[in-house]
């Protein structure tokens, strides 16, 4: 078996349970992954299933209830909160569904800042970005004064801005009509490849999700291909 370095994440004995009054909600049940380097898995399953528990979970961002995630080798979990950000900003970027741009923040601004967070001077690397995703002409226009597959094309260049090493999406088409989407998910998928990013990707869509390397759908608490 490969050492978890050879993995661009890997996630072993993963629970995630939920208290609701005197209920429990056993959401993960012991879930096991390893996702390669430029690898793009798409995560798919009933509604309710538990798919953005797994990605927050996987990206850092909610801590399971037991196990842990590693991400090129180093813990997400048997570290200090602060190790956790640090890692979380250095090596990974997140593209939402709702995109949550600053809305006071010019396009060029909303994608500097997980640099500025870091301490890196950026202009000059969003402004690139935003060309590449079809926006070099909108630097400056607030998200009022775009639509939302260009806010989304904004949080792709956003996600992108401290060139982590893999992406994660959770329904990033889900407030756009099919074409748009569409779009969004053909300048994903397009600007992941050339850049040789994993990506992993929630969504309900089970046709977008055979673009992918590997399909696998949430099932009971445990992933099944």
Do not use: W
Request: proline share 4%; hydrophobic share 40%; charged share 20%.
């Amino acid at each position: 078996m490969p050492s978890t370095e050879a993995f661009t994440l890997t996630a072993h004995d993963v629970h995630r349970r939920f208290h609701l009054a005197d209920k429990e909600l056993h959401v993960l049940k012991g879930l096991n992954l390893e996702v390669a380097p430029a690898e793009t898995v798409f995560l798919c399953g009933k509604s309710g299933a538990g798919k953005t528990t797994l990605l927050y979970v996987l990206g850092g961002l909610e801590r399971p209830s037991q196990g842990d995630v590693q991400v090129r080798g180093q813990s997400l979990y048997h570290c200090t909160p602060k190790q956790r950000s640090l890692l979380r900003n250095q090596a990974m970027g997140f593209v939402f569904q709702h995109y949550f741009l600053l809305p006071e923040l010019t396009a060029l601004e909303n994608v500097m800042l997980p640099a500025m967070i870091g301490g890196k001077q950026a202009a000059k690397r969003a402004e690139g970005l935003l060309d590449r995703v079809g926006l070099g002409d909108r630097l400056q226009h607030l998200p009022t004064e775009l639509s939302g597959g260009e806010q989304q094309r904004v949080a792709i260049a956003r996600a992108l801005i401290n060139d982590p090493g893999i992406l994660f999406a959770d329904e990033p088409t889900g407030n756009l009509d099919a074409t748009t989407g569409g779009g969004v998910i053909d300048m994903l998928l397009s600007v992941v490849a050339e850049n040789r990013k994993t990506l992993i990707v929630v969504t309900h869509d089970t046709g977008l999700a055979e673009r992918g390397d590997r399909k696998l759908v949430l099932q009971e608490g445990l992933l099944v291909e």
